[in-house]
Structure formats: structure tokens, C-alpha cells
């Protein structure tokens, strides 16, 4: 039986031992290169997206074809160099924009059409720089320009900026939304602090949950594929509820401390789990229920005792440190990471309290960054599978301290 005193190093030898899948791509064809790939096909570098055909070096993005260096898009072809579009054919250089075809090196364009270096415009087509032309005459400037001219470039940039400052803007990017505090955030109610969210409610401090469904009565979640509720401290899961400190995880539920399992519930500190639906664990080994009980709550207060805020901290922090001692009556408070004050709101409070975890000592920006460390550097390596000793090209370097395994073999050797 696990003694709570030696939980934070068995997890960590449990982590540490445990296969991690090289290259996460799910339905997905010739997607090899990139990680975290859904239901796409001949892709190249591309990260946190789903629904793409031939897309290369795009992230967070979905639905895209034909586009290349695109991020936090949807639903948009033959696009180049676009941030934060919805629904483009044939553009680049564009942010900010929607339902719009053949637009280049423009901000906030909605239903436009042959717009160039254009702001703010709504149902128009023939602009260039916000004033109209005629078909024949547009055609002739786009076909003189030298794009590949730094000058020229030089010039296109000048001019949308000088637009850009005059033209005015929505305070925040914000649709079908109510009481929601935040940026790029849709679909949405009562949500604080919340960015590149869709579909949540009565959450807080929501990273990218921007896909097809979001988060309720969640807090410190993101990046998350799809639907949380009643989660904390997840990053890369998705289908959860009622669990806290979770990563890599889905289809989860009333579990915590949790790293790659899935298709589960009651798992506490476990590692590559899959299907454990009748039963309790800890640390991957079966215990009865009234041992379930009696440990884990004996674990979260040892836990906490050392100074564990988060699964980052479970899982990397110098134990050395110790916890740090702030009185729970102080909601001003200075972030130990950063140094930046924070402040923690009333409902922030009972949400944690509601769940018997430590009111924060990190502040949300250093929280959110930590759930994102907690994957591995954008880079790509060749390496083998540690089991069946295929090639693979991997965010795991050659000299990586985990055992990596490549899709199949992730799969099939679960416990």
C-alpha cells in the first residue's frame, strides 16, 4: 500500500516510465509531421488542428484546405498567412476576418470581395486601401504590384496601419456572448478571463477551448480539444468531468493527478490507463474504495503540505522549495513566478474552496504557461519507437528521458 509521505516520487518514477505516444494524430493520413493532428490528411507541420486537408505549418486551427502558416483559423482555403479568419477562400496576408474571397494584406473584413490592404469594410469588393475602384481598374493594380519588392511591401504595411489606427474597432472580439470577460471568445456565458473560447459557461481562466464544445463550471483549463465540466488544472484533454490536474487525458471522470489515461474513472496519480470503468486506483494499482478514499485524501494533504499547486508542480517542481505560506485571507497577491500581482476574485475562491484546493500563489499567465509546458517544445526529431523500433519523427528528441512509442504500439500496449 502507497505510503502519502512517497506519492510525489512514485508519481514521478510512474511518469518518467511510462511510454509516451512520438506523434499524436488521430484519423488522420500522412499527418506524420506535427502533433495533436484529428481527422485530417496529407498535413505538414501543423499543430492543434483537426479537419484539414493539405495544410502546412498552420496551428489551432480547423477545417482548413490548401492553406499554409495559418493560425487560429476555421473553415478556410487556398489561404496564406492568416490569423484569426473565419471562413476565407483565396486570401492572404488577412486577420480579423470573415466570409470574404480574393482579400490580401487586410484587417476585419466581413463578406468582402477583391479587397486589398483594406479595414473594417463590410459587403464590399474592388477596395484597395478603403477606397473603391472599378473591376478593371482593381485587376490592374493588384497585377502591377511587385509583391516580392520589400519597398512595395514596406509601403502596403505603412498604409494598413494608418487605416488600422483610424478605423474604429469592437472592444473585443466577442459574438453571442453574455457577461464574459475575455478575448475571442463565442458562443459563451459568464466566463472571466477566458480566451480563444467557444461554447463554455461559468468558467475562468479558459485557455483555447475552441473546437466544438467548451468548458462549464471549469477553471485554469486550456488548450482543450473539447467538453469539461466541473474540471481544474487540465491541459490537452478532452470529455471530462469532475476531475482536476489532468493532462493528456479523455473520456475521463472523477479522477485526479492524471497523465494519459483514458476511457476511466476513479484513477488518482495514474499513468497510461485505458478502460478502467469497475474499480479504484492509485498509481496505476487497484485498491478498495474505502482505501480509495482514505489515501487519497491522506495524498491531497501531504500534497499540499509540500507546496503542490498544480500537475506541473507534481511533476517538475525542485521539492526543495516547499509550500509557500500565504494567508488564505489575502486575495492580492504577488505572482511566485513572475513577480506580477494578481488578484483572486470571490468566485474564483468558492470554486476552489468547493473543491478542496489551494487558492493560487501562481498568477493565470504563469498558470496557463505551465499547463502548456507541460508538452514538449515545437520541434520535430527523427527517433525510433522504443518498442517496435520503427523511424518516427517526433516532438521527442533521440536522448529524450521517456520511453516513447510510435501511434501503434501507444495503443496497443496500454494496461
Not at 470574404?100 to 479587397?115: E, P
Not at 459574438?175 to 468558467?203: A, I, P, Q, W
Not at 474505502?290 to 499540499?304: F, G, P, S
Not at 528528441?397 to 521517456?402: C, E, G, L, Q
Request: a negative charge; glycine letters at 4%; aromatic letters at 12%.
Amino acid at each position: 500500500m502507497i505510503n502519502p509521505k512517497d506519492f510525489i516520487q512514485a508519481f514521478r518514477d510512474l511518469y518518467l516510465n511510462s511510454p509516451q505516444c512520438g506523434s499524436w494524430t488521430r484519423a488522420s493520413e500522412n499527418c506524420d509531421y506535427g502533433d495533436i493532428m484529428t481527422v485530417s490528411k496529407d498535413c505538414y507541420l501543423c499543430f492543434n488542428s483537426g479537419n484539414c486537408r493539405n495544410a502546412y505549418y498552420c496551428e489551432d486551427s480547423r477545417a482548413l484546405t490548401d492553406s499554409t502558416d495559418c493560425a487560429f483559423c476555421e473553415g478556410c482555403e487556398l489561404c496564406y498567412e492568416c490569423v484569426d479568419c473565419d471562413g476565407l477562400n483565396d486570401c492572404n496576408y488577412c486577420q480579423d476576418c470573415a466570409n470574404s474571397n480574393g482579400c490580401h494584406f487586410s484587417y476585419d473584413l466581413r463578406r468582402c470581395k477583391d479587397c486589398f490592404g483594406c479595414v473594417g469594410l463590410r459587403n464590399k469588393k474592388h477596395c484597395i486601401f478603403n477606397e473603391q475602384y472599378s473591376k478593371k481598374d482593381y485587376e490592374k493594380y493588384v497585377a502591377d504590384l511587385d509583391l516580392e519588392d520589400e519597398k512595395t511591401l514596406a509601403l502596403i504595411d505603412k498604409k494598413v496601419e494608418e487605416l488600422k489606427k483610424k478605423t474604429p474597432r469592437m472592444y473585443a472580439h466577442q459574438l453571442d456572448t453574455t457577461k464574459c470577460v475575455g478575448d475571442y471568445v463565442y458562443h459563451s456565458k459568464n466566463c472571466y478571463m477566458c480566451f480563444d473560447t467557444r461554447h463554455s459557461e461559468d468558467s475562468a481562466y479558459i485557455t483555447q477551448a475552441n473546437l466544438d464544445m467548451g468548458t462549464k463550471d471549469c477553471m485554469d483549463c486550456g488548450p482543450i480539444p473539447t467538453g469539461m465540466d466541473r474540471c481544474y488544472d487540465v491541459a490537452y484533454s478532452h470529455y471530462l468531468f469532475n476531475c482536476n490536474h489532468v493532462y493528456w487525458c479523455g473520456n475521463l471522470k472523477e479522477s485526479e493527478w492524471c497523465i494519459c489515461c483514458f476511457e476511466s474513472d476513479h484513477l488518482f496519480g495514474c499513468n497510461y490507463m485505458k478502460n478502467k470503468h469497475k474499480g479504484f486506483y492509485i498509481l496505476n494499482e487497484k485498491v478498495s474504495e474505502a482505501d480509495y478514499k482514505r489515501l487519497t485524501a491522506e495524498i491531497n494533504e501531504e500534497i499540499k503540505a509540500r507546496g503542490i499547486y498544480s500537475l506541473y508542480d507534481l511533476a517538475h517542481k525542485d521539492l526543495k522549495d516547499g509550500r509557500v505560506d500565504v494567508s488564505d485571507d489575502v486575495r492580492d497577491r504577488e505572482c511566485k513566478i513572475c513577480s506580477a500581482d494578481f488578484k483572486i476574485v470571490p468566485d474564483e475562491v468558492k470554486f476552489l474552496r468547493a473543491r478542496g484546493q489551494l487558492l493560487p500563489v501562481y498568477c493565470p499567465a504563469c498558470r496557463a504557461k505551465q499547463r502548456f509546458d507541460m508538452r514538449n517544445k515545437r520541434e520535430m526529431h527523427k527517433r525510433i519507437c522504443d518498442k517496435c523500433k520503427k523511424t518516427l519523427i517526433s516532438t521527442y528528441p533521440a536522448d529524450s528521458k521517456y520511453v516513447v512509442y510510435c501511434l501503434d504500439c501507444f495503443w496497443k500496449h496500454f494496461d
